[in-house]
Each structure stands twice: as structure tokens, then as C-alpha cells.
């Protein structure tokens, strides 16, 4: 199976900061990665597909980027609505992984 | 408004059964793949399963390959979870998700808001 590594963990960050967490894939998995962003107690919700591709009505601070085995998600401008955690997802082979998890908090 | 309601979660002992279900409304349920997405108490989310629009072609991760069964009923709009010989390791919340895209599986937009289930003795 393809690993999935995203860094940091925790990133302690303050609204109006830009944010980036990175993804890293144990093999190349071409453009084949989503971006979802889970609140506590709620289901996730997906931000971006394709790697750079936004979701219909996710905001435009949000942006994705990437291709074969790294890739980030940038937030430019961070709002107290973001901090949650965020997870990427292979969709390469037909064995999805989803990275550990990166958890956006208040410094 | 596309929905995704799951159900059939609870306690159940150690190598014991159980079947989720995931109701399904709003969309062509037909026309895309479903998954079931799991996540552990304080946990990562772990892909479950994936069935294709048609149900013909279904996909596993290790973990639970072997024990359990994706399927679904079209003319209900209904997608199924049987699992058989559970284990501790299983105790997560399941969700039910649908693919974005028609016939490209992967990216999932629609999740439902889970379902509970703990195996313990």
C-alpha cells in the first residue's frame, strides 16, 4: 500500500497566518490526491481534489498543490473556521490511504 | 440536498456480526461509487471500502478484507457494510461517503455524519 505522510502533526498558528502543510507519498501517485478538513465531532469535508482543484464553496484561501510525491495545501490567510484538522488522501491505486493528520491550532 | 444517512452501528462482542447500513438521498445514487471510511477513538481516518456504481467491481483494505463485504441495493438507494468476525480493532465510527466524480473513484464529497460501532467483551 501507499504510505501517506503529512508534517507537521500540530501546527499552533494565528488567524491572518499562512499556513502550509505538506503530504508526502511513499510512491509516485501522479496528481491523484484529495485535501479534507475535519472539525471535532463532525464528518469530513472535502477542500480540495486533484491536488490543486477547489471544491465548489470552499474559499478561495484555501489552495492545493503538487504532483508524483509531494504536495501542500495552503491556507493564505487563516480564519478562526479553519482550525480543525486536515487530511490528505491517495486515490493513485485502488487502495485509498489517508495521511496521519495535521491539527491546525490557536497559538 | 444530497444525503447521506448511516445506521446499524453498536456493542457486540468479539467475533460477532454486524451490518451497516448508509441511506442514501438527493443524488442519482446509481451513478456513483460508495465508500466506508472508519476512524478510531482519537484517531486518523482508515479507507474501509470502495463498490462501483453498478456494485461489480469492490475493493478492500487489507485490514478487513476477508471479513468484510461491501454491496448495494440500487433500486433502494441503499450501500451496505456486513462485518463478520469482528475485533477490537474494528471500534470506530464508519462513515459513508460517495465518490465526486462519475466512474473516476477517489475524492469524496458527500459523507454521511457516522455510525458507532465498539466490539468489546
Known amino acids: 500500500d501507499i504510505q501517506m505522510t503529512q508534517s507537521p502533526s500540530t501546527l499552533s498558528a494565528s488567524v491572518g497566518d499562512r499556513v502550509t502543510i505538506t503530504c508526502r507519498a511513499s510512491q509516485s501517485i501522479g496528481g491523484w490526491l484529495a485535501w479534507y478538513q475535519q472539525r471535532p465531532g463532525k464528518a469530513p469535508k472535502l477542500l480540495m481534489y486533484?491536488?490543486?482543484s477547489l471544491e465548489s464553496g470552499v474559499p478561495s484561501r484555501f489552495s492545493g498543490s503538487g504532483f508524483g510525491t509531494e504536495f501542500t495545501l495552503t491556507i493564505s490567510s487563516l480564519q478562526t473556521d479553519d482550525f480543525a484538522t486536515y487530511y490528505c488522501q491517495q486515490y493513485n491505486s485502488y487502495s485509498w490511504t489517508f495521511g496521519q493528520g495535521t491539527k491546525v491550532e490557536i497559538k | 440536498q444530497v444525503h447521506l444517512v448511516e445506521s446499524g452501528g453498536g456493542v457486540v462482542q468479539p467475533g460477532t456480526s454486524l451490518t451497516l447500513s448508509c441511506a442514501a438521498s438527493g443524488f442519482t445514487f446509481s451513478t456513483y461509487g460508495m465508500n466506508w471510511v472508519r476512524q478510531a477513538p482519537g484517531k486518523g481516518l482508515e479507507w474501509v471500502a470502495l463498490i462501483s456504481y453498478a456494485g461489480s467491481n469492490k475493493y478492500y483494505a487489507d485490514s478487513v478484507k476477508g471479513r468484510f463485504t461491501i454491496s448495494r441495493d440500487n433500486t433502494k438507494n441503499i450501500l451496505y457494510l456486513q462485518m463478520n468476525n469482528l475485533r477490537a480493532e474494528d471500534t470506530a465510527v464508519y462513515y459513508c461517503?460517495?465518490?465526486?466524480?462519475?466512474?473516476?473513484?477517489?475524492?469524496?464529497?458527500?459523507w454521511g455524519q457516522g455510525t458507532t460501532v465498539t466490539v468489546s467483551s
Open positions: 486533484k491536488a490543486s
Open positions: 461517503a460517495k465518490d465526486r466524480f462519475l466512474e473516476l473513484p477517489g475524492a469524496m464529497d458527500v
